[in-house]
């Protein structure tokens, strides 16, 4: 996949298919320290010790529909290409936190994309559950609640449809502000 | 600054509004959201629709995200439900596709017969 935020948006599904109500995504990037960092924490139903320790290999999957999990080993050996690794912590009934970690300057790494996009799909295609959505550069940081959007729509009396633009370009704008996604 | 009773009440009528268009939404879109589906370009697809359904001042259809179906040769798919019909699965499904399923089969009641991948 051509952008990190792609990669992004498949860990929230695994998660969102783990029955998560609340999703935590945290990007931290320091092109002074030279890291770029996403975590990934949901309150789904989570893996067992065995789980983690395989899910990484790309036979592993719980999904029936297919034979093989591609999602957590791609991105994986994303990590490692650059320079960087990919942890899973979690417990069964407790949650899951994936965390990436990879050299911000390396070759390999894969632009942060279109991270307005992959936020705002998630908050209209998965209503139910509360987004959460940091980010923090050298320059700042910003967060962006998908409550922000309910109560936007409250507000208006409007469709999701009608505060996907609006939502996006706020994003971006706030992404534009703390110089990230470089 | 919104309190925390705010933040819940808003919270809880998000949340009833939401059952609400649940329950009267006459099309339920869903767009496959697997590794497989989203290498072949499924955010791209679900944003084509939404911006289509915007577009068109759509009201009465609800668009969801879910996993790999199991048919990764065939994606992006979108499927297009609606309460006592046939349920229509689009293969291949590219963000121009995705809007002539807006436009034909949402808005229009006609399926987009030549993009079908399945019925059920
Ligand atoms: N956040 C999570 N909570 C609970 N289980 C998870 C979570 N993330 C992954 N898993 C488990 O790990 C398995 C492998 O995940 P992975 O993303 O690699 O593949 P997949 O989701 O099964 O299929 P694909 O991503 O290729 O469509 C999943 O089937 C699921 O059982
Ligand atoms: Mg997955």
Redesign the pocket.
């Given at each position: 996949m051509r952008e990190l935020s792609l990669h992004i948006l498949?860990?929230v599904?695994?998660?969102i298919?783990?029955a998560?109500t609340r999703i935590i995504v945290f990007i931290e990037e320091s092109i002074k320290h030279n890291y770029f960092r996403i975590r990934?924490r949901?309150d789904?139903?989570?893996?067992s010790e065995e789980?983690v320790k395989t899910?990484?290999d790309?036979f592993?999957?719980?999904?029936r529909t297919?034979k093989?999990?591609?999602?957590?080993?791609?991105?994986k050996q994303l990590a490692e290409a650059c320079n960087g690794n990919l942890t899973?912590t979690?417990a069964i009934g407790k949650?899951?936190e994936?965390c990436v970690t990879m050299q911000h300057d390396h070759w390999n790494r894969p632009p942060l994309g279109d991270m307005a996009e992959t936020v705002v799909n998630l908050i209209v295609g998965a209503p139910d559950i509360h987004f959460l959505y940091r980010h923090s550069t050298d320059a700042g940081h910003f967060t962006f609640d998908s409550i922000w959007f309910q109560a936007r729509m409250a507000e208006r009396n409007c469709t999701p449809y009608q505060l996907i633009g609006p939502a996006k370009e706020m994003i971006k704008q706030q992404l534009l502000q703390i110089e990230a996604g470089s | 600054m919104k309190t925390l009773s705010d933040l819940r009440a808003i919270k809880e009528k998000a949340r009833k509004e939401m059952a609400a268009r649940e329950q009267s939404a006459k099309y339920r879109v869903v767009v496959a959201?697997?590794?497989?589906?989203?290498a072949a370009g499924a955010r791209a697809v679900m944003s084509a629709i939404l911006d289509e359904i915007n577009k068109r001042n759509i009201a009465d259809t609800i668009v969801t995200q879910t996993?790999?179906l199991g048919y990764?040769d065939q994606e992006p798919l979108v499927q297009v439900a609606q309460a006592d019909k046939e349920t229509i699965t689009y293969g291949k499904v590219t963000p121009e596709i995705a809007r002539r399923i807006v436009v034909d089969h949402i808005a229009g009641d006609r399926i987009v017969s030549d993009h079908v991948f399945m019925q059920t």
């Open positions: 498949d860990v599904t695994n998660s298919e783990a998560a990934i949901d789904g139903r989570g893996m789980m899910v990484t790309p592993v999957t719980t999904r297919r093989v999990g591609m999602g957590l080993p791609l991105l899973i979690s949650g899951s994936i | 959201m697997g590794t497989c589906g989203i996993g790999c990764c």
